[in-house]
């Protein structure tokens, strides 16, 4: 008789986005897309669609708390990561939780702002998130701005974006990958570590539906590491798993539309294509 191959688990932790193109929703498909299962904490509700968020409601700490018990005690994550999480407060409390949980690397996408321009992290919450979840990060997956905002440095070019990625090495994650989505001409994402900095070169597709990209390559790196890659062999993963889902969007909606988070040639089975 076979033994069955118990599937990897990874964990979101993060907001929800009721048009399904971001968030949990956006992790969860990803997750499965790596032929991963995905478990997940909701710390936000948010009434959205393709034109923007029209209400956030935070989920009380209790029940965050309630819910990151209930996996721990039964389906404990071999790699979790963090999204959208509103406000200090729920920083303070998800930091709590993972420090004194065994759930694997930690990635941490600093979430502060939809595509539509909507705030998504309360301006309080920026020193929580550098303080204290970023000293617990595997990786960090900043774009642009968001690195400029964590490091207080301007990014407006690949060398200041380099410049904020080392900076923010010393704040305590292992890895740092600024994104370069926000960047004029083809994006290149930068993996920052203690050994250098490794550009990772892509193409860009002219489309307005790119919502929910973020999530959706912290996601992936996730899974990835969930499955037993290194960071390295996870982040050139994910970014192709992001161009795929990039190139065929679906078209949905009025504004910036959600990716294919099944596009062709996933799920690759139980672990991801070789590089």
């Known amino acids: 008789m076979t033994a069955v191959r118990a599937q990897a688990i990874a964990a979101t932790i993060a907001g929800s986005d009721s048009g399904g193109g971001a968030g949990i929703q956006a992790d969860l498909k990803s997750f499965a897309a790596a032929g991963v299962h995905g478990v997940s904490v909701l710390v936000a509700l948010t009434a959205q669609n393709t034109l923007g968020v029209t209400a956030v409601h935070p989920v009380p700490r209790a ?49 502060m702002v939809a595509k539509s321009g909507d705030r998504l992290l309360r301006r309080s919450g920026v020193e929580a998130l550098r303080r204290r979840l970023l000293p617990l990060a595997e990786v960090v997956t900043p774009n642009w701005p968001e690195a400029a905002e964590l490091s207080g440095l301007p990014v407006l070019s690949e060398a200041d ?20 989505g926000h960047a004029p001409g083809e994006p290149t994402d930068l993996l920052v570590g203690s050994d250098g ?24 790196i996730t899974a990835q590491l969930a499955l037993g890659r290194s960071v390295p062999e996870a982040v050139a993963a994910a970014k192709r798993y992001v161009q795929a889902a990039i190139e065929s969007a679906p078209g949905l909606g009025a504004g910036h539309g959600p990716l294919q988070h099944l596009p062709s040639g996933w799920p690759p089975g139980p672990r991801a294509p070789d590089d």
């Open 161 to 180: 974006a380099a410049r904020a990625g080392r900076l923010l090495l010393e704040l305590g994650p292992r890895w740092v990958v600024v994104k370069g």
């Open 197 to 220: 900095i490794t550009a990772l070169r892509g193409h860009r597709v002219a489309s307005r539906h790119t919502h929910g990209t973020g999530c959706t390559f912290s996601a992936a």
């Open 63 to 111: 029940f965050v708390r309630a819910q990151f018990e209930a996996l721990d005690q039964d389906l404990g994550p071999a790699a979790v990561k963090t999204g959208m999480l509103l406000s200090a407060e729920l920083i303070e409390l998800v930091a709590e939780l993972l420090a004194a949980a065994d759930w694997g690397p930690l990635v941490v996408d600093p979430v």
